[in-house]
Each structure stands twice: as C-alpha cells, then as structure tokens.
C-alpha cells in the first residue's frame, strides 16, 4: 500500500486522538446491500423477447440482490448472508441455481493473517483456508458522504477470484468446423474467456478506523462502506458501533479444507463439465454434432 496523502494521514491522528469509541473491546456491526448485475445477451438473451428478459431477471433477484452484515473489532471479522423468507410462489434465494453454488462467513483476521470462508458447492462443504493478502491500494484524496462518514477513495486493480458466469457463456447455436476466413470451430465457442482484471474502487472512512470491509475487502485505514467492482457494487446501509449486546466472532470450521487455489480449480472443473454437457444442444433440442 502506498504512503497516506497528507489530507488522510491528518484526518487519522485527529480522529484516533480525539477519540474514546475504541477501547480495547471495542466491536461494530455494518449492514450492507449487494447488487450485481446481469446482462443476459452474454448467454443468448439477445433472442429473447423483453418479457422473457424481465421474467429471467425478477427470478434471478433473489440470487443478484443480497444483505450482509459485518461484525468486526479491532482485529477480526465474520461477514454474513442474512437469510431471508421465500415469498409466497417463489422458491427463494437458494432455489435453482443458486442451491448449488452459496458462499457462506467470511472470517478475515489482520493480526494473523488468516482467511476463512464457508462454500458450499453443489451440495458439498468447503472451508477455504488461506492468508489473508494485501491489497495493493491505490490511495485517493478525493471523498464523498456516506449517511454520517466522510470517505476517502481508493482503488486496484485484480483478477476477480471464485467462479466467473460471464466467462462460461453458452455458444450461440452450432458452429461448423474452420472452413474459411470468420468461420471458427465448434471447441472453440464453448471455451471459457481468458481472466479478466477488474477495477475495484472503495470508499472507506478513517472515522472508524479498523482495516476491515465487506467480502474479502481489507486494508485500508478506515472501515470500507462501498466497493464497486465490476458488475457488483456494495453499499453499507448501516452502523452500529459498540451494541449492547456484544456478538462472538466464530471461526468457521465445517467443511473439507482446501487453499482458494484448490477450492478455484475444483469449481472451475465442475462450470466447464456444465458447459460441455449443456454446450452441445442446440436450440431444436437436437443431438450435439461432430
């Protein structure tokens, strides 16, 4: 991480010394909404009429559209899905496809360096078990308010981790074998896209100074209250900074331990048989051609 412009790193030593919110015990609680978004035409929507696009979307809400809540001191984190009831006639946010693939806490730890997360995919328990990496921040001046905070922005630039739905779109209809300049073979459509880097822009306020954020999001010199990376923007909604009643922050535990490199391989795996069993039927529902 680069070194604080002036602007924050005076901000920081008037709101540390002046404050008395982060004694020893100190914990909070951060809400946060996420949305993603979807463009259909990727996996063949451009065929589809706008009723069918918006029936397609309002289904998938559920599985776009979530809450969290983060619970942190000083040195930890747990950041948690908050279950929601199906409403009536609808199968809920674990219905379909979203059943197979759910991501669990997120325990991060910045004295340790330790990165937990519960996965479940495809039926089966993972804990990811891996170390907590710095995020090479770039460090702004520029701010803006979130409700009560003054944030300051930063930004980096990634390769997005985990399973990534745009790169294992389906091919467009049956493609024949190279048979001139344009033409490209049939292998050729259902191959994933190569990893994409992705800009990531935070806004994090020194006003509550822990290294913690949403997601695997950490490192800054203030809480992060809003990421937007990609088609996915994450918003704190709200703070409460020392409740009453004070939350345990558990450890996950359960599943079969593997590091995220393994944990990225067997999911990729699993999207790539998928696309293959699924990639050879044509829209006439007819047999996959050679």
Do not use: H
């Amino acid at each position: 991480m680069k070194k604080l412009p002036l602007k924050i790193a005076l901000l920081l030593i008037v709101l540390i010394s002046g404050s008395n919110l982060f004694a020893q015990d100190f914990q909070g609680k951060a809400s946060y909404m996420s949305k993603t978004t979807m463009d259909l035409d990727q996996f063949g929507g451009q065929d589809m009429t706008p009723e069918r696009k918006k029936q397609i979307e309002e289904r998938m809400k559920s599985f776009l559209e979530k809450e969290y809540t983060l619970t942190f001191n000083k040195l930890e984190s747990i950041y948690k899905e908050e279950e929601k009831l199906a409403a009536p006639g609808t199968r809920g946010g674990r219905g379909g496809f979203g059943s197979s693939l759910t991501g669990g806490p997120i325990y991060k730890n910045v004295q340790t360096k330790e990165m937990l997360k519960d996965e479940e995919f495809f039926g089966k328990q993972f804990l990811v078990k891996d170390e907590l990496k710095a995020i090479e921040w770039q460090m702004g001046t520029e701010t803006k308010t979130i409700g009560q905070y003054t944030c300051f922005k930063a930004t980096v630039t990634i390769e997005p981790q985990g399973v990534d739905f745009q790169s294992f779109r389906g091919p467009r209809g049956p493609r024949s074998k190279d048979n001139g300049e344009g033409a490209k073979d049939s292998t050729d459509a259902n191959k994933p896209a190569e990893p994409k880097m992705i800009e990531v822009v935070a806004w994090y306020t020194p006003q509550i100074p822990v290294n913690q954020g949403p997601g695997n999001y950490w490192g800054l010199p203030g809480l992060i209250l809003e990421v937007n990376a990609d088609r996915t923007t994450i918003l704190c909604t709200k703070i409460v900074l020392n409740p009453k009643e004070k939350e345990t922050i558990e450890k996950p535990k359960k599943g079969q331990e593997v590091t995220q490199k393994e944990y990225t391989e067997i999911t990729t795996k699993k999207m790539e048989e998928m696309r293959e069993m699924y990639g050879g039927r044509n829209r006439g529902g007819g047999r996959r051609r050679n």
